[in-house]
């Protein structure tokens, strides 16, 4: 069967980046090879990649007000603010940074904080004269994970795992909130802990805060009107593709009035090759479902559930951890969404299933989209975190963080 080692090829291709070539180019390639050899039809093809219009969308406002932000001059605004509150300790810098991308990820989603709060971090780091700036990128990426699981909202993944059967807010909260409390707090433990020799470093403090322009001001109001129509969305069970792209369009057509090279420029500068990286990995996700995979773990789940049911909250939570890491959580979520539906699996277990797509991946690099976009804004800037950098941390943050949560939702 063909399909297994063309997805195989694709996703070995967007995690190792052989030759240095860009994960998008690997995911298109696979589902292209796809398509040739037969396995998808044209029509097939353009369902899948249809069926990630609302990712899109979100991915599109997202970037588009965070290149925004970073053209005008507000993440430097913002970067300079929270130096110099930190005083001169590397330590503060690090509670700043990590309290920030958690009130960033609840509210606007996880990819929200790869995006903007990363690149606002990076210029707080070169403002500060860090020598070693990763425990604060470190605590960017996994916050972003970490807390993605508070809201329905903080990770488009959350919409996608319930597949139209998202719980109301209350059972929402009676699930998460105890288990997403100890995500953040340990995945905190963990990082500071494996990273608490880097913590200690001395850094500049009396860092002249710029001024703000309009047109930076302009983009601060964009990301709270986004932020609030994130809100609206989720509460009203609304896709969050539209509000995010109408309000980083609108924001963008305010700052293009103003300041057409600057708009431009953020147009142009925008990492375009997200988008065909996420649709290539729904053509990849279309073909496995077609061969029955779906199916498949719907009865594996079924009948786990009715002969181990003390069992399936901990194999579901751990299980779709662990592929999110091999495969990305995005087309892990996809198939664990349709996966969960086909089962009809009870609360917990899918709730446990969510867990395991949202935390499990803060043990690699490229286990969430993000992560890809986290490291995206890193190499832009020519940081470069390597798969084993990465996994050391996560080995340390990862792993304790998922059990303790995963049993928490076993005794709720």
Same mark, same amino acid.
């Given at each position: 069967?063909?399909?297994?080692?063309?997805?195989?090829?694709?996703?070995?291709?967007?995690?190792?980046?052989?030759?240095?070539?860009?994960?998008?180019?690997?995911?298109?390639?696979?589902?292209?090879?796809?398509?040739?050899?037969?396995?998808?039809?044209?029509?097939?093809?353009?369902?899948?990649?249809?069926?990630?219009?609302?990712?899109?969308?979100?991915?599109?406002?997202?970037?588009?007000?965070?290149?925004?932000?970073?053209?005008?001059?507000?993440?430097?605004?913002?970067?300079?603010?929270?130096?110099?509150?930190?005083?001169?300790?590397?330590?503060?810098?690090?509670?700043?940074?990590?309290?920030?991308?958690?009130?960033?990820?609840?509210?606007?989603?996880?990819?929200?904080?790869?995006?903007?709060?990363?690149?606002?971090?990076?210029?707080?780091?070169? *403002?500060?004269?860090?020598?070693?700036? $990763?425990?604060? #990128?470190? +605590?960017? &990426? /996994?916050?972003?994970? =970490? !807390?993605?699981?508070?809201?329905?909202?903080?990770?488009?993944?959350?919409?996608?795992?319930?597949?139209?059967?998202?719980?109301?807010?209350?059972?929402?909260?009676?699930?998460?909130?105890?288990?997403?409390?100890?995500?953040?707090?340990?995945?905190?433990?963990?990082?500071?802990?494996?990273?608490?020799?880097?913590?200690?470093?001395?850094?500049?403090?009396?860092?002249?805060?710029?001024?703000?322009?309009?047109?930076?001001?302009?983009?601060?109001?964009?990301?709270?009107?986004?932020?609030?129509?994130?809100?609206?969305?989720?509460?009203?069970?609304?896709?969050?593709?539209?509000?995010?792209?109408? *309000?980083?369009?609108?924001?963008?057509? $305010?700052?293009? #009035?103003? +300041?057409? &090279? /600057?708009?431009?420029? =953020? !147009?142009?500068?925008?990492?375009?090759?997200?988008?065909?990286?996420?649709?290539?990995?729904?053509?990849?996700?279309?073909?496995?479902?077609?061969?029955?995979?779906?199916?498949?773990?719907?009865?594996?789940?079924?009948?786990?559930?009715?002969?181990?049911?003390?069992?399936?909250?901990?194999?579901?939570?751990?299980?779709?951890?662990?592929?999110?890491?091999?495969?990305?959580?995005?087309?892990?979520?996809?198939?664990?969404?349709?996966?969960?539906?086909?089962?009809?699996?009870?609360?917990?277990?899918?709730?446990?299933?969510?867990?395991?797509?949202?935390?499990?991946?803060?043990?690699?690099?490229?286990?969430?989209?993000?992560?890809?976009?986290?490291?995206?804004?890193?190499?832009?800037?020519?940081?470069?975190?390597?798969?084993?950098?990465?996994?050391?941390?996560?080995?340390?943050?990862?792993?304790?963080?998922?059990?303790?949560?995963?049993?928490?939702?076993?005794?709720?």
């Amino acid at each position: 069967m063909i399909v297994w080692p063309i997805a195989a090829f694709s996703t070995a291709g967007v995690l190792a980046r052989p030759f240095r070539i860009g994960e998008a180019w690997w995911a298109v390639l696979g589902a292209l090879l796809l398509l040739v050899t037969g396995q998808l039809t044209l029509g097939e093809v353009g369902h899948a990649v249809g069926q990630g219009t609302d990712v899109y969308l979100f991915l599109v406002g997202m970037m588009l007000i965070a290149e925004m932000a970073r053209t005008t001059g507000l993440f430097d605004w913002i970067a300079a603010w929270a130096v110099r509150h930190a005083k001169g300790s590397a330590s503060r810098l690090f509670y700043l940074v990590y309290g920030v991308g958690i009130v960033v990820t609840t509210f606007m989603s996880n990819d929200a904080t790869a995006v903007v709060l990363t690149p606002a971090v990076l210029a707080a780091a070169k *403002a500060a004269k860090l020598e070693r700036p $990763l425990p604060h #990128l470190f +605590a960017c &990426a /996994l916050i972003a994970n =970490a !807390a993605s699981f508070i809201l329905p909202v903080s990770n488009p993944a959350n919409l996608v795992v319930f597949a139209g059967q998202m719980p109301s807010l209350g059972a929402w909260f009676r699930l998460f909130l105890a288990p997403s409390g100890i995500a953040v707090a340990v995945t905190f433990a963990a990082l500071y802990w494996s990273q608490r020799d880097d913590l200690r470093q001395h850094m500049q403090s009396d860092v002249p805060v710029p001024p703000l322009s309009v047109e930076a001001r302009i983009v601060a109001f964009g990301i709270v009107v986004m932020g609030v129509a994130l809100l609206a969305a989720s509460a009203l069970g609304a896709d969050l593709g539209w509000p995010t792209c109408v *309000a980083g369009a609108a924001t963008f057509a $305010l700052v293009l #009035l103003r +300041a057409r &090279a /600057l708009a431009t420029r =953020a !147009a142009r500068e925008m990492s375009w090759a997200v988008l065909p990286l996420v649709a290539g990995l729904f053509v990849l996700v279309a073909a496995l479902s077609k061969i029955g995979v779906a199916a498949e773990l719907a009865r594996l789940l079924k009948h786990l559930q009715a002969t181990a049911p003390q069992w399936s909250v901990w194999a579901a939570g751990i299980a779709t951890a662990l592929v999110s890491n091999i495969a990305n959580n995005l087309p892990a979520g996809l198939m664990a969404g349709a996966t969960v539906a086909a089962s009809h699996a009870p609360a917990k277990v899918a709730a446990a299933t969510l867990i395991g797509i949202d935390l499990g991946p803060n043990l690699s690099v490229t286990g969430s989209l993000a992560t890809v976009l986290w490291l995206t804004a890193l190499r832009r800037e020519g940081v470069e975190v390597s798969f084993i950098q990465f996994l050391k941390v996560g080995l340390v943050a990862m792993p304790v963080a998922l059990l303790l949560c995963l049993g928490a939702l076993a005794l709720v």
